[in-house]
């Protein structure tokens, strides 16, 4: 049994819903990431696949099973799948959790708990199109965001824990966007492939 991708704690929230004993009879397994993502061509009718990966990985419980689960996977995407040691590695690994909030505080900066919204103020602040309109401010946040969540991974790592396979933010974009941007991720206008932010994923 598992998940594409792995982030929240899936391991918890397994071992809690299922039990000890359904747990020892069962493999879990998690993904860092997903193989690649659709976007609508026509609604309802097609999309087209988008950046998909060099390669994929993933992570069990039990740890001993990661190397054929990953096999498996292997075969099942056509895209190689490296191996994890541990759930916390994926769950510490930043994505959805901060991209999102980056991207929406840079549309919704200025309100206070009772301001509300036109259509035409949204389209105008381009908050229609989470990824594609990806500004400076929310690259800053995002980043701000991403390096503090690896210090605290780098400090958890001097355990015997092994969490060095979380990766920031920056090295996980894999979306085309073009961003014209003075922030930590460039002091140029540059265009790149990036889900995960979802880059990103």
Partial sequence: MGTIFAQGGFDWIARDSLGDRLMAKIVIFGMQNIPWICKTTTYGH????????????????????????????????????KTLPNFLTVTLTPSNQI?????????????????????????????????????PLSA?????????????????????LTLFHSIRIRIRIRIRIRIRIRTFFARRSWTTRCRQLGWLW
């Avoid at 549309?107 to 500004?135: A, H, P, S, V, W």
């Avoid at 946040?141 to 015997?160: F, N």
């Fill in 46 to 81: 097609e999309s087209r696949i988008l950046g998909p990966k060099q390669f994929l990985n993933c992570c069990t419980y039990p740890v001993e099973k990661v190397k054929s689960v990953a096999d498996v996977l292997t075969d099942l995407y056509d895209i190689p799948c």
């Fill in 99 to 135: 991209i999102h909030p980056a991207r929406y505080y840079s549309i919704f900066q200025d309100y206070d708990g009772i301001k509300t919204y036109t259509k035409e103020e949204l389209e105008e602040r381009k908050g229609f199109t989470l990824y594609e309109d990806f500004n």
């Fill in 140 to 160: 800053e946040i995002l980043a701000k965001v991403s390096e503090r969540a690896l210090r605290k991974t780098r400090i958890r790592a001097t355990t015997k």
